[in-house]
């Protein structure tokens, strides 16, 4: 059998959604091998024609968008950041009943006025008027574009 007869696919490495992964997948007769949690290539004994590669969850979507893996289970917050510029990749099933992710919006103790979305939203319009912008440091940009444009378009 030649490598292209499998199918591969990628699971998260570590963390919650590792755990809540192997136990979906264990719960289902899918058991997966994976001689050590240094190594990142497994299989599932039950299905022979399979290779599992562990990577991190934020790479899934990545690798199964460019085709180097054809199935992958990871965090809808990964799928909704980085699915809204491709249309070549399909989501079976959004809610797996495990792992949680929360959009947190910070900002500096020093900050004291600063205690709801509307004092944000009065904030980025004094600093639009001194012509300058806020800026948020964040790793989900479409999310949090998307969450503040919600909840801010209203003060905009």
Sequence with gaps: MTTDQFLRIALPSKGALEKGTMNLLSACGLGVSRPNERQYFGSIPALAPVKVLFQRAADIFTKVQEGSVDLGITGYDVVCEEGKSYDDVIVIWDKL????????????????????????????????????????????????????????????
């Design 97 to 156: 009943g495990y792992g949680k992710c929360e959009l947190v919006l910070a900002v500096p103790e020093s900050w004291v006025d600063v205690s709801s979305i509307e004092d944000l939203a009065e904030l980025t319009l004094l600093f639009r008027k001194k012509g300058k912008n806020l800026r948020i440091a964040t790793k989900y940009h479409n999310l949090t574009q998307k969450w503040l444009y919600e909840k801010l378009y209203i003060f905009l």
